[in-house]
């Protein structure tokens, strides 16, 4: 009986540090994917895909494996440029890791279930799908969180975003020129671009 806790709290310990472990692991991937705020009115809008990504070539072909409708799509699109992921690879990246981190848990889940006694086969299986399935999830789950973190940022700037837009506006400046300079600004106060996201960054350059 102690045997059986011990090997349980043991598998329970080892399954909590691979979600660490991986966790620490899409928060490092997919900061890597994230522009500089500089960079934004370069980017193209998910019109199309590239082939680079964390994969590189293979990117396309490993995130295509995990279904999804163009309804999902689109949502997940939005919630990428939400969380300021503006890569044009950034879907095909969450969406191969979320892959990768399925793939290779049921892999070795197999190759240990294997190797243990039989009579633990059944539940290292068990396991070993629950985790492929939390580990799945992460990268998703990392965004979202990305996503309310700037949501917020953006809240708590929005009142000084609008005394000095307000401001450069009773100056005379055009809306453009005033936008513009409101978000170059505030880029330097926030660790998030949220004036240049929600604002500039769909209107045009110039007034």
């Keep these: 009986m102690q045997m059986s806790n011990a090997l349980f709290w043991l598998i329970v310990s080892v399954i909590a540090l691979l979600v660490f472990v991986a966790l620490m692991l899409v928060k490092r991937v997919l900061g890597s994917l994230q522009q500089d705020s500089s960079h934004l ?13 964390i994969f590189g070539v293979l990117t396309p072909s490993l995130a295509g494996i995990i279904p999804e409708s163009p309804q999902e799509r689109s949502d997940f699109v939005q919630l990428l440029r939400q969380a300021g992921y503006y890569s044009p690879s950034a879907r095909g990246s969450v969406y191969a890791l979320r892959f990768a981190l399925l793939f290779v848990p049921l892999v070795v889940t197999l190759v240990v279930a294997l190797i243990v006694p039989t009579s633990y086969g059944f539940s290292v299986l ?11 999830i992460l990268p998703r789950f990392y965004i979202y969180l990305r996503q309310q973190s700037r949501i917020r940022e953006i809240r708590s700037g929005l009142p000084d975003t609008m005394d000095m837009l307000s401001m450069c506006l009773s100056g ?7 936008l513009d300079y409101v978000a170059r600004n505030f880029c330097l106060l926030y660790t998030s671009p949220s004036p240049r996201d929600g604002l500039l960054y769909r209107l045009p350059s110039s007034a």
């Design 172 to 178: 005379g400046l055009p809306v453009a020129t005033s």
């Design 41 to 53: 009115d370069a980017l193209p809008m998910y019109e199309e895909e590239t082939t680079d990504g």
């Design 126 to 136: 068990i396991g070993g799908a629950m985790l492929s399935v939390v580990l799945s």
